[in-house]
């Protein structure tokens, strides 16, 4: 039986890459005085990568740009990446990021038929309490019991090591849960954690590898805007609803 829906961050809840930390990573590097731009196909590209630190180490692995010299790489992209972070938070209050077709709907319904929630995600902690707050309202920070994000585990996605530590916060197994996903490394982290997994997947990820996940949707669906059905079983109306991941876990 469902207990819990799990739900990743960026990508599912809002499509917060290409308009949001992207456009902060480029003005986090220019106040760094980095000649750094990461247009969006280049961001698509550093994607593939999980957690901002992670994703500008990458960057410069893969591109050797310019960067200041320092025998402590490590802590001057903790720097470089705080300066992110706090831009993505102004971008946030600015409201103008919001959350995904049927987001909403969907927890209304869990919370009403008392379906737990958590969040598992890759983004900093910070960035979770600013978009639930910019699109849900303060007091929807505790309707989350768990908020699982960024370096409370050290491998991040696709490790299964956030969707493991969630599910022993909240005593439940695998079994018991639905995570809901937008790219192929969310998806290979819940199944590595053998957390059954359905995809609403975006203009970023549309291209991933999806193999082994329930469903593969355009997203939640809302009454006025019905969800395309890409792989699994089609939601009644094209709206996913508790219901329909109760079906999709019951196999
Ligand atoms: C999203 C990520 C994050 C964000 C940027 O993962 O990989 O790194 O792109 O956020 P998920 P930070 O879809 O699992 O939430 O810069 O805070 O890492
Ligand atoms: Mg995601």
Redesign the pocket.
């Known amino acids: 039986m469902l207990q819990a829906i799990l739900f990743?961050?960026?990508?599912?809840l809002a499509d917060?890459?290409r308009d949001g930390?992207r456009v902060?990573?480029n003005l986090a590097f220019r106040d760094a005085g980095l000649d750094w731009h990461w247009d969006v196909a280049t961001y698509g590209e550093l994607?593939t990568?999980?957690?901002?630190?992670?994703?500008i180490r990458y960057f410069i692995e893969t591109h050797d740009p310019a960067l200041p010299e320092t025998d402590d790489l490590a802590g001057w992209i903790a720097g470089l990446?705080k300066a992110?972070?706090a831009y993505?938070l102004a971008l946030l209050k600015e409201g103008e990021i919001p959350l995904r077709p049927g987001v909403e709907r969907l927890i209304a319904e869990a919370r009403a038929r008392g379906v737990r929630l958590a969040i598992?995600?890759?983004?900093?902690p910070e960035?979770v309490d600013g978009l639930l707050r910019a699109t849900l309202g303060e007091e929807s920070l505790d309707w989350f019991e768990v908020i699982a994000?960024?370096d409370i585990v050290p491998a991040?996605?696709p490790a299964p090591d956030?969707y493991t530590w969630t599910l022993e916060q909240m005593n439940l197994a695998a079994g018991e849960v639905m995570a809901l996903?937008?790219?192929g490394?969310?998806v290979r982290?819940a199944q590595a954690a053998d957390v059954p997994v359905i995809v609403t997947r975006n203009d970023y990820t549309a291209e991933d590898d999806f193999s082994g996940a329930v469903a593969v949707l355009s997203d939640l669906g809302e009454p006025s805007a019905p969800a395309d059905t890409l792989v699994g079983p089609t939601p009644t109306d094209g709206l996913v609803d508790v219901d329909y991941l109760v079906a999709c876990l019951a196999g």
Not at 8 to 12: P, Y
Not at 120 to 124: H, L, S, Y
């Open positions: 990743d961050v960026d990508g599912t917060t890459e930390h902060a990573f994607l990568v999980t957690g901002g630190k992670e994703r990446h992110k972070t993505y598992t995600t890759t983004t900093t960035n994000a960024g991040k996605k956030i996903e937008d790219s490394n969310g982290s």
